[in-house]
């Protein structure tokens, strides 16, 4: 049985990655080739946000070293994994969609095969926009958050880039395009 693909979502605060991932998500419903990662992160469940398995910073720490992870990174006071039971779904042969940091991306093409990274962007402007409109930092925390999203450069022979700046469905049909390996509708 051939392996399955690592999708690895990218992309900088404000991108739409979780929104278009929910719409394919949806879309696709309960295909067994394709399996949506659901992240471990050092927040309480409740926090809003994301639907993701909560731990501590103790538990985390000691997931890493017993190697529970297939990756794991660190960002803006917290700490993310995906954990390793998904490899069984890559052995099996089905896809595995995960949000990951891109600073995890020479990594995990060092240590899965095969691997498609999937860059979700939009324009400066509309980032702005979206990081303003969500209220969760001021003005001058939004244009750091800009900065390091220009400071990243996302390439390679196994990037697909999706402009996220159009009607929302349209996002999706393009995620669900890569995802299905069908061309957009």
Known sequence: MARGTLYLIVGPSGAGKDTLLDGAKARLGDADDIVFAKRVITRPADAGGEDHEAMSEGDFDR??????????????????????????????????????????????????????????????????????????????????????????????????????????????GALVSVLTHRPAA
């Open 63 to 172: 997931a890493v070293e017993n190697g529970a992870f297939l990756l794991h990174w660190a960002s803006h006071g917290l700490h993310y994994g995906i954990p390793g039971r998904y490899g069984n779904d890559l052995r099996a042969g089905a896809d595995v969609v995960a949000n990951v940091s891109r600073a995890v991306l020479n990594e995990a093409r060092e240590r899965f095969q095969p691997v498609r990274i999937v860059n979700i962007t939009a324009p400066r402007a509309v980032l702005r926009e979206r990081l303003l409109a969500r209220g969760r930092e001021d003005a001058d925390a939004v244009e750091r958050r800009l900065a390091r999203a220009d400071a990243y450069r996302v390439e390679g022979t196994d990037v697909i880039t999706i402009q996220n700046d159009k009607p929302l469905d349209e996002g999706v």
